[in-house]
C-alpha cells in the first residue's frame, strides 16, 4: 500500500486542500501515536517510529508546498492592474493561439501606482504566439477575469532572457526546422514535434481532441514512457561500448538532456528522479516516494498540477499492480482506476474505454517516436512510414471518440467492485492452487522416503520412519570417540 502514497496525497489536497495547513496537530498525532507504539507494538517498534516520523516529515513538505504555492496579494485581485513573476514551466498554446502561463509571482500594482508584494504561483493569459520558456523573467500588464483567477494580459514584457532558455529556444527551434524540411506542415509533424521536443502547435488540436474522446490523452504528454524511450536506447548502445554494469548508470545521462532540453514538465521530471532513486539499494516503492519528496522539495508547484497528479497516479497504479495478482490489461485497468476521480473532479465523466485502447495506442505511440529520432537523425528514408503510422493512430484514436464510453460517479464505482471482485478470486485462486502443489509436493516426498528406506528383509535401516533414534555422545568426547548413532533394537553399529 506504500506505493499509493503520492497518489493519496496529491488527491487529499486537491479535494481538500486545508488538512495540510495543521502541522501542529500533526505533531500531536505523531507523538501520540509513537507514545502507543512504545506501549503496545514491542516486536516492531523501532519501524512503526520511523515510518511514523517520515510521515510527519513528509507532512510538513506538503504542509510547506501548499503555502508557497498558494497566491497571496497585497491589494485585492480587482484593483491590480499589473504583474512581475518569473515562469516556472514552458508556456502552453491555446485554442486562440495565445500563450498560457505559470508564473510565480513577486510583485503587483495597481492603477494608483501603488507597489505591494505578490507571492504564490498565478495562471495567466498571455496575446503571443510564440512560446515563453521556464526560467523567463516577465511583467504582465492586465486584469483579473471575474468568474476565475486567472489574470488576462494585454502587454507582455520580457524583462530578461536567460542563457539557459535561450539556449533551449536555439535547439528547439533548429529541430522543429529539420523536421519541418524533411515532413512538411501536417498532423505528422504535429505529431513528431510533441513527441521529441513537447512543443505542440495548432495542427496538433486534432491529436489532443481524439485522444481525450478516446480516453488516451496520457499517451500523447511527455511522460516516462517517453523517457523510457531515450533510456532503452542509450542503455542498449552504452552498454556494447562500456559493458552492462557502467552502461546502466552511464545511460541516464542522454534522458538528462532530454529534460533539460523538453522543459520541467512533472511528468519528466518525475521519471527522471525515480530513474536516479532505483540506483540506489532499496526497493522500487522506496525509490518512488523518495523521488516524490525531493520532486516536491525541487518543484513545490506539482501539487497542484493537473498533469502531476495523472502522472503520479498513473505510475502509482502502475507499482500497486506489480504486487497484485496476473489477469489480462491488469496495469491498464489499474491504471483508469486510479486516474477516473480526477477526470470525474474536473470533467465530471470518465472514458472506460480507454482501457481497450491504451495499449495499441501505446505501441504506435512508441513507434512513431522512434520513427521522429530515426527522421531527425539520418533524413527522409523513414518519413513515409511514419506518414503511415500517423494515420494509423488517427484512424484508431478516431474509432475510439466515436465508440466513447463516459459513465459518471455510480459507474466508476461498480468498476472498482467489477475490478476488486477479479483480483480478489484470482488472488484466492492462485493461493489455492500453490497450497495443492505444496500439498502434492510433500505428499511426493513423504512416499519417496517411505518406500526409499525400506529394507528388502524388513530389518532396520538408518533414516526408517519412526524408527530412528540417536544416542547423545559424552558432554566432552575424546578425539577419535566413535559419534555414530546406535540403532533401534539392533545394538550394532550403522553402516
Not at 129 to 157: K, M, N
Not at 259 to 269: R, T
Amino acid at each position: 500500500m506504500c506505493a499509493l502514497l503520492p497518489l493519496s496525497v496529491l488527491y487529499l489536497y486537491h479535494f481538500v486542500p486545508s488538512l495540510y495547513a495543521y502541522p501542529g496537530l500533526a505533531a500531536v498525532v505523531a507523538l501520540v501515536s509513537i507514545a502507543l507504539m512504545f506501549m503496545v507494538a514491542k516486536r516492531r517498534r523501532t519501524r512503526c517510529i520511523c515510518r511514523t516520523l517520515l510521515l510527519f516529515a513528509l507532512y510538513l513538505l506538503l504542509a510547506s508546498a501548499g503555502g508557497s504555492i498558494e497566491p497571496a496579494w497585497a491589494f485585492e485581485e480587482d484593483r491590480i492592474v499589473a504583474l512581475d513573476g518569473v515562469l516556472m514551466e514552458d508556456s502552453t498554446l491555446s485554442r486562440s493561439e495565445n500563450q498560457v502561463i505559470r508564473l510565480r509571482v513577486t510583485s503587483c500594482y495597481t492603477r494608483d501606482g501603488d507597489e505591494g508584494e505578490a507571492r504564490g504561483i498565478a495562471s495567466a493569459l498571455i496575446k503571443i504566439p510564440e512560446p515563453l520558456y521556464a526560467s523567463t523573467p516577465v511583467h504582465l500588464e492586465g486584469s483579473f477575469s471575474s468568474p476565475s483567477t486567472l489574470f488576462i494580459a494585454e502587454d507582455t514584457t520580457l524583462l530578461e532572457m536567460k542563457r539557459f532558455a535561450l539556449l533551449r529556444r536555439r535547439l528547439i527551434a533548429a529541430l522543429d526546422g529539420r523536421l519541418l524540411s524533411l515532413l512538411g506542415e501536417g498532423t505528422t509533424h504535429s505529431l513528431a514535434k510533441m513527441l521529441l521536443l513537447g512543443q505542440s502547435d495548432s495542427e496538433g488540436f486534432l491529436l489532443k481532441d481524439l485522444a481525450v474522446l478516446s480516453g488516451c490523452a496520457h499517451t500523447l504528454a511527455l511522460s516516462g514512457m517517453h523517457l523510457s524511450f531515450f533510456l532503452s536506447i542509450s542503455t542498449l548502445l552504452l552498454s556494447l561500448l562500456v559493458g552492462r554494469r557502467w552502461g546502466k548508470r552511464v545511460a541516464l545521462v542522454p534522458p538528462t538532456l532530454f529534460v533539460l532540453l523538453a522543459g520541467p514538465k512533472p511528468s519528466l521530471v518525475r521519471a527522471l528522479l525515480f530513474r536516479f532513486a532505483i540506483l540506489l539499494p532499496i526497493g522500487s516503492t522506496a525509490a518512488s516516494n523518495g523521488a516524490f519528496a525531493l520532486q516536491l522539495l525541487l518543484f513545490p508547484e506539482v501539487l497542484s498540477s493537473l498533469s502531476a497528479l495523472y502522472s503520479w497516479a498513473a505510475f502509482s497504479a502502475l507499482l500497486f499492480s506489480s504486487k497484485l495478482p496476473r489477469f489480462p490489461l491488469r496495469t491498464t485497468a489499474l491504471a483508469i482506476a486510479a486516474t477516473a476521480p480526477a477526470s470525474l473532479a474536473y470533467s465530471g465523466s470518465w472514458n472506460a474505454i480507454g482501457l481497450l485502447l491504451s495499449t495499441p495506442v501505446t505501441l504506435l505511440i512508441a513507434l512513431a517516436m522512434a520513427l521522429s529520432l530515426v527522421v531527425v537523425a539520418g533524413g527522409s528514408l523513414c518519413a513515409p512510414l511514419l506518414v503511415w503510422t500517423t494515420k494509423a493512430l488517427l484512424s484508431l484514436l478516431g474509432w475510439g471518440a466515436s465508440h466513447t464510453l463516459e459513465f459518471g460517479l455510480v459507474g466508476y464505482l461498480c468498476y472498482l467492485l467489477i475490478l476488486l471482485t477479479v483480483v480478489v478470486s484470482i488472488g484466492y485462486a492462485e493461493s489455492i492452487g500453490k497450497r495443492r502443489r505444496r500439498h502434492s509436493y510433500e505428499m511426493g516426498v513423504r512416499i519417496r522416503l517411505s518406500e526409499g528406506d525400506q529394507h528388502p528383509l524388513g530389518g532396520a535401516r538408518l533414516c526408517d520412519d519412526e524408527e530412528v533414534w540417536t544416542e547423545l555422545s559424552a558432554l566432552n568426547p575424546h578425539e577419535g570417540e566413535d559419534r555414530l548413532p546406535a540403532l533401534a533394537g539392533s545394538g550394532a553399529a550403522g553402516p
